[in-house]
């Protein structure tokens, strides 16, 4: 049987990416600027001008490439220039060669495939996401969140929200406590106790309705701030390997966290404005989108010196923390705050009740407290709206609880 022209791809000569030789520099010349090494940067040439060639011989115009012709080019039986004869092309090569349609897509030289359409929200959900994002100074991702807990409420709810009534409220709750976790139906709870507010403010159900939400059991305040001690908290900044871009970066991180307290979230929208060095201060902006300027311990912004002069890539992003590795970008996900943390305890070998970026907040919140630091000036520096979440590290002084302890009724 005769191969196909497509199949074969026969020829000696050096592979040419014909009229896409431009785009194949430009995207080499992007990858080096994402801080890939030149083998690599190399790989990805090769195989994106390996597909310009294989569109030719294929008879593929650029503007059609869709998924279905990329897993064309993965099965074709290559017997292209560099490339071994009668093998066909690795899983590692197609997923190259993806990339580069990426590009081809991201350059509006392909056309983007179509997005899986998502649920659609009904309007008086998207109305009180709104209302949430005008009121409430929430983030946008618990604005998204609230809306799709309502959404997956409202088939048993109904489409009449007038018809509602205490009755079928609370037992849509409580089926959902047979489905999800107590957390998740928390969370329900709440974003429904919401969603029924905003329908009862406008006259669009019964006033009051969101009382008939029934409270998920969550005993506030009633476990000890999980926490470890100063010197575990040096011994893990001391991990850090300052030799290295990554452990630069790391230990700047690693000051924030423990010595202001600052949340996994803080981290990733801190910006090279927030930062007043001729003040030595530092502006966070947390929970409800509300700002507060914290003094810059001189250990903390001597590393985050370090980290802007040594190892933060040269990019125009605003944004602080970057990967370490290419392709560079801002750091994104709280993850990979809370990852920085993991990575340290594992290196020093201490035994800790928490794995995550908050470890260090509730150890600063700790510190703070016994070196006799007052709730107020606690809750200020950790931005609390409430006194009640203040006081949660109250405490953990147990000397001094036991100065005020009650005896017990009985006791001699």
């Not at 059609?64 to 092309?89: N, Q």
């Amino acid at each position: 049987m005769v191969e196909s022209r497509e199949n074969r791809c026969h020829g000696r000569r050096p592979m040419e990416a014909g009229d896409l030789a431009p785009v194949v520099t430009e995207f080499a010349r992007h990858l080096t600027v994402l801080g890939h090494s030149n083998l690599t940067v190399s790989g990805y040439d090769a195989a994106a001008r390996h597909l310009a060639e294989w569109l030719t011989l294929a008879k593929v115009a650029v503007a059609d490439i869709d998924d279905g012709v990329t897993d064309r080019f993965a099965r074709h039986r290559c017997r292209c220039p560099g490339i071994r004869r009668e093998k066909g092309v690795s899983e590692k090569y197609v997923r190259r060669v993806r990339r580069f349609v990426e590009f081809l897509r991201e350059r509006g030289i392909v056309p983007r495939k179509p997005k899986l359409a998502l649920p659609t929200l009904d309007r008086r959900v998207v109305e009180f996401q709104d209302w949430l994002w005008q009121h409430r100074g929430i983030t946008e991702l618990t604005i998204g969140r609230h809306g799709r807990m309502v959404m997956r409420l409202l088939p048993a709810l109904g489409s009449k929200p007038p018809s509602w009534n205490a009755q079928l409220i609370r037992d849509v709750i409580l089926a959902e406590t047979k489905r999800v976790s107590l957390a998740s139906v928390k969370t329900m709870a709440m974003a429904l106790r919401g969603y029924l507010r905003f329908l009862g403010a406008r006259g669009l159900c019964r006033a009051g309705l969101d009382q008939a939400v029934p409270i998920i059991p969550q005993w506030r305040l009633s476990s000890l701030p999980r926490y470890i001690g100063s010197s575990d908290v040096e011994t893990l900044i001391a991990t850090c390997d300052q030799t290295t871009a990554t452990g630069v970066r790391d230990r700047a991180i690693l000051l924030l966290l423990a010595r202001l307290g600052l949340r996994a979230g803080d981290i990733l929208s801190l910006r090279l404005t927030d930062i007043d060095w001729q003040h030595a201060t530092l502006s966070v902006h947390g929970k409800g989108r509300r700002e507060t300027r914290l003094p810059l311990p001189q250990d903390a912004g001597d590393a985050v010196l370090a980290y802007l002069d040594q190892a933060r890539p040269h990019v125009v992003d605003g944004r602080i923390f970057f990967m370490s590795n290419a392709p560079i970008r801002p750091l994104t996900r709280s993850s990979a705050v809370s990852d920085v943390v993991r990575c340290a305890i594992r290196k020093a070998g201490i035994t800790v009740p928490s794995n995550g970026a908050n470890l260090l907040r509730h150890s600063a919140a700790t510190a703070m407290l016994r070196g006799g630091a007052t709730l107020d000036t606690v809750g200020a520096v950790l931005r609390h709206r409430s006194p009640d979440m203040t006081a949660h590290y109250a405490k953990v002084d147990v000397t001094m609880l036991l100065q005020i302890a009650q005896p017990w009724p009985g006791e001699a």
